[in-house]
């Protein structure tokens, strides 16, 4: 059951761990550039298929994979192995082509800028992304809020790798481990209950926040550790980040 902050409860650890491994979700967490990514995702679709986008597939938390291959089904497309990397090729050309539309169109969420900047001090952080946003457009996603500054964008997880949400979860901290040498105590925060299972299932500790389509009681239900509002108290965030790590980087602040 998901608690508040004051509530949260940690697990005992059997080991000590030098660093923490903070992973974002984007969409609707960081960002909302909904309009500029329905666009184009109806130019990819053509381009693909030929014909105009009637129905695009909801996100709720999923990986653009997943949406490319639903959104061919719900518009009567017979799938083959060529077009998923097609379609993301696509895709990545059509948001890139879109890139100076997201500050028109989209915006960075209530205290986004601030809570990157908060965790990045925390002693031992380090943040990337856990997103189903495809690799390309996640860097430009966040790139255009000035957001991209406070990420290792080389260690993250994204849409266009065919693994469920929990499995890239543990991928990214192995990609972290690799890369920096050291086990992380490794904690997603994300907007749906989809990234609150994601992090049950890998072991990973979850900040949730109520900035998406979820609702508080549905993302305690699910096992959030903590839930927040959104983001624009970043001391808050920070206090949530070391609550649910400190215990597993000696209490360091």
């Given at each position: 059951m998901?608690?508040?902050?004051?509530e949260?409860?940690?697990s005992?650890?059997?080991?000590p761990i030098?660093?923490?491994?903070?992973?974002?979700?984007?969409?609707?967490t960081?960002v909302?550039v909904?309009?500029?990514?329905?666009d184009?995702y109806?130019?990819?679709f053509?381009?693909?298929t030929?014909?105009p986008?009637?129905?695009?597939?909801p996100?709720?938390g999923r990986?653009?994979s997943?949406i490319?291959?639903d959104?061919?089904?719900f518009?009567?497309?017979?799938?083959?192995d060529?077009?998923l990397?097609?379609?993301?090729?696509?895709?990545?050309?059509?948001?890139?082509?879109r890139r100076?539309?997201l500050?028109?169109?989209?915006?960075?969420?209530p205290?986004?800028?601030?809570?990157?900047r908060?965790?990045s001090?925390?002693?031992g952080t380090?943040?990337?992304v856990?997103t189903?946003?495809i690799?390309?457009n996640?860097?430009h996603?966040l790139?255009?809020f000035?957001?991209?500054?406070y990420i290792?964008?080389t260690?993250?997880?994204?849409?266009?790798?065919?693994?469920?949400?929990?499995?890239?979860?543990q991928?990214?901290?192995?990609?972290?481990?690799d890369k920096?040498g050291?086990?992380?105590?490794a904690v997603l925060i994300?907007?749906?209950?989809?990234?609150?299972?994601?992090?049950?299932?890998a072991g990973?500790?979850?900040?949730?926040?109520t900035?998406?389509r979820?609702?508080f009681?549905?993302?305690t239900?699910?096992?959030?550790?903590?839930?927040?509002p959104d983001l624009?108290?970043?001391?808050e965030v920070v206090?949530?980040?070391?609550k649910?790590?400190?215990?597993?980087v000696?209490?360091?602040h």
């Open positions: 998901g608690l508040t902050l004051g949260a409860i940690l005992p650890s059997e080991a030098d660093r923490r491994l903070v992973l974002w979700n984007i969409d609707l960081l909302d909904t309009i500029v990514t329905r184009a109806a130019e990819a053509r381009a693909v030929g014909r986008l009637v129905k695009l597939a996100a709720m990986s653009d997943e490319i291959f959104t061919l089904a518009n009567g497309i017979t799938t083959d060529s077009h990397p097609r379609f993301i090729e696509a895709l990545a050309q059509s948001f890139g082509d100076d539309r500050t028109k169109q989209g915006r960075a969420m205290g986004a800028k601030d809570a990157l908060a965790v001090r925390l002693d380090v943040q990337s856990l189903g946003t690799k390309s996640a860097v996603k790139t255009a000035g957001l991209n500054k290792d964008f260690i993250g997880g994204y849409g266009e790798e065919v693994y469920p949400k929990a499995s890239l979860l991928v990214a901290q192995g990609r972290a481990k920096y050291a086990p992380f105590s994300g907007d749906s209950t989809r990234d609150v299972q994601a992090a049950r299932i990973a500790a979850m900040i949730a926040v900035s998406g979820s609702t009681a549905e993302l239900e699910a096992g959030a550790d903590i839930v927040l624009s108290n970043p001391s206090a949530a980040v070391a649910l790590t400190d215990r597993y000696g209490g360091r």
